[in-house]
């Protein structure tokens, strides 16, 4: 008899996208109660993108596209860092 994992998600899916010129790699699960969370990676980064709430299962996302764009957007932001939000400011 299989060993069976109890997994809190229901279905893992892997994107690649670009933002910066840089390769942003996005992981959305759908958990058992239908919501969607979505970390990102950003390889040769040491960043470690918590998600939603460090991902509590109780959070998430009605949508998959909603996650998505959440992760992605955050991904934008670590990668312009702090530099380019203080060039957009006038002095």
């Known amino acids: ?3 069976r994992r109890n997994l809190d ?4 899916m892997t994107e690649t996208c670009y933002a910066k010129g840089q390769k942003v790699i996005l992981v ?4 058992k109660n239908g919501k969607w969370l ?7 980064s ?6 939603v ?12 596209w ?3 764009t959440n992760a992605f957007q955050r991904a934008k932001l670590m990668l312009e860092g702090p530099q380019d939000v203080t060039q957009d ?3």
């Open 1 to 3: 008899m299989p060993a």
């Open 9 to 12: 998600t229901e279905s893992i």
């Open 66 to 68: 909603e996650a998505r």
């Open 38 to 44: 979505c970390k990102f990676s950003i390889p040769g």
């Open 53 to 64: 709430a460090g991902q509590d299962s109780s959070k998430g996302y009605n949508t998959e």
């Open 46 to 51: 040491s960043h470690l993108d918590g998600g």
């Open 28 to 31: 959305t699960n759908q958990i």
């Open 89 to 91: 400011r006038p002095s």
